[in-house]
């Protein structure tokens, strides 16, 4: 069959949860056996997210093929299980590079470069490259920000465009907000009328609605909706809050908006999918009644974006585990020995978080000293872990001043320190090792247990390694490298095995934990913060 693509735009306001509804579309096409792909579009002229700070834009998610991209891309994964790629997410920036590129190697042979038709064939060609190189049923286009924005109008002119181009197989579905005025007490259809007219004046006429809210929307307020915004009633449908956005395919397939796709795009319906795996998910989630407490150290507590698949994975291990998830979140910026005690009482486990920087790094040592000797199970990721090598080595060998070269140019008991081939790189995304990487474990260490392997493969983003100089001291003291990379030779992951659980990774394994296949290492991780 031919590759059939649907755009999901958004307007109103940012944050309503494109990317989940676009993943839920997803999930449920996928249910009923199709092969389908979500890429995200993103207008800010950043080449890619890898240099953003995350107050700006949440995580940084990073692909299997070492392409560091929106935190969407993410939320695709998780509910698909299926790996994304570079391909998967683009930014305005890389648009705009690509044509100059094309334009200084004279590919446009001295025509005037413009946005039509240039930038937008751009966009166009990348959004049919999946649908060309994989032969995907379907591929959903997330279109990043509101309905309205300079910045989305590129994007916007693309689509209108490609509709023409693909005619019935093509699809848009437009997702807006519907407030409730509590002094009215009622609910405002006049912000999705505003946002469908805006989106009608740039030649787009959306399919399906989906509208955002807090409160149920009558069947009376939808068919008006529908009538103003020339839509059909039966495709427009609500997407009201729910205790997790796990909950929402259903929420969506109960008001068949997978059939309304299929019926608008010509293909047969078929029988209503039984999605029995994630029903049997959310049941474990909706049965658990104990909950296992969990401290996250890390510096960018205040942002619930910022540690965003770490908050899943622990969520989806908790929730197979049978427990709820009480994940406090410890800013390390106010950590100190004298109070570290009193941050991480009642905690059945201790996260320490990946990052980058100086600050807040004393606070996670304190924690660190703290769960090792008080042997609280105990997970460090990326710089987690190197906090672990570092408080071990200043407090268990003695090397009072140990530190990374990150922190200290000049430290003489490197023990974390930048691989002698990344020394002369200057650009700071150039040092990064990045995506995914093998990594063989010891077969009796913790990890192995859990992954029930010894060969592994995780996704990397960090600059700074484990320094093998001092391996033999670690050992020897306690602290053993169960993991390494077949190629290198660099620590991957170390472990105190005297400890109930005591594991640090440079890698990040949240990236790889879905709904269907939450990561090992998590799963083991709660299982012992309940044990404990």
């Known amino acids: ?203 787009i006429q959306p399919d399906i609605l989906v509208l955002r809210t807090e409160h149920e929307i009558s069947a009376d307020v939808r068919k008006k909706v529908a009538l103003f915004c020339n839509v059909d009633p039966a495709a427009v449908v609500q997407s009201i809050d729910v205790p997790s956005i796990y909950e929402v395919p259903l929420n969506m397939q109960k008001q068949h908006l997978d059939e309304i796709v299929l019926k608008k795009m010509g293909m047969p319906v078929g029988p209503t999918p039984e999605m029995k795996p994630w029903k049997s998910f959310l049941e474990r989630m909706k049965n658990a009644t104990e909950t296992v407490h969990i401290g996250l150290v890390g510096k960018y507590v205040e942002l619930p974006d910022a540690y965003k698949s770490i908050n899943e994975s622990l969520f989806q291990a908790a929730t197979y585990n049978d427990r709820k998830l009480d994940l406090h ?78 922190m200290e140019v000049n430290v003489k008991h490197n023990v974390i320190d930048l691989m002698e081939s990344q020394k002369s790189i200057s650009n700071m995304g150039g040092t990064m090792r990045l995506g995914e990487y093998d990594c063989i474990l010891q077969e009796d260490s913790i990890p192995a247990k859990a992954y029930g392997t010894t060969h592994i493969k995780e996704r990397h983003r960090h600059r700074f390694e484990f320094n093998n100089e001092y391996r033999d001291e670690f050992e020897k003291a306690g602290m053993k490298c169960v993991g390494e990379n077949p190629d290198t030779h660099l620590v991957e992951v170390v472990e105190i095995p005297s400890l109930k659980w005591f594991v640090g990774v440079q890698y990040h394994p949240e990236y790889g934990s879905t709904v269907i296949k939450p990561n090992p290492l998590f799963v083991d991780f709660i299982k012992a913060a309940i044990q404990k």
């Not at 579905?173 to 946002?195: C, D, G, M, R």
């Not at 486990?349 to 000293?369: C, M, N, W, Y």
């Not at 997970?379 to 872990?385: D, S, Y």
Request: charged residues 20%.
């Open 1 to 203: 069959m031919e590759t059939k693509y649907i755009f999901v735009t958004g307007g109103v306001v940012s944050s309503l949860g494109k990317g989940i509804i676009s993943a839920s579309v997803a999930k449920l096409l996928q249910a009923r056996g199709y092969n389908v792909t979500i890429q995200k579009f993103d207008p800010y002229i950043n080449v890619d997210p890898g240099t953003l700070n995350p107050y700006e834009h949440g995580e940084c998610y990073v692909t299997v093929d070492g392409h560091e991209a929106d935190l969407d891309l993410g939320h695709y994964e998780r509910f698909l299980n299926v790996q994304t790629t570079r391909a998967n997410n683009i930014t305005t920036g890389r648009i705009y590079q690509n044509v100059i590129n094309k334009e200084r190697r004279g590919d446009y042979l001295g025509k005037t470069v413009q946005i039509i038709p240039h930038i937008t064939d751009e966009i166009k060609r990348n959004v049919k490259l999946l649908g060309t190189k994989k032969q995907f049923d379907f591929v959903i286009t997330e279109i990043g920000g509101t309905v309205g924005d300079i910045e989305s109008l590129p994007y916007l002119e693309s689509v209108r465009q490609l509709r023409w181009e693909m005619g019935k197989n093509c699809l848009c579905i437009h997702l807006t907000y519907v407030p409730y005025i509590a002094a009215a007490k009622e609910l405002k259809s006049k912000p999705t009328q505003h946002s469908v007219k805006q989106l009608q004046e740039v030649g």
């Open 329 to 406: 979140l410890i800013h390390s910026e106010k950590v100190n020995d004298s109070n570290v005690a009193e941050w991480l009482s009642g905690m059945d486990g201790v996260i320490i978080a990946p990052g980058f920087g100086q600050r807040g790094i004393e606070g996670k040592f304190a924690a660190l000293k703290y769960t090792r000797e008080h042997d609280i199970p105990t997970f460090g990721i990326c710089l987690g872990m190197q906090c672990m090598v570092i408080e071990f080595a200043r407090n268990v060998l003695g090397y009072s001043d140990a530190n990374s070269t990150e």
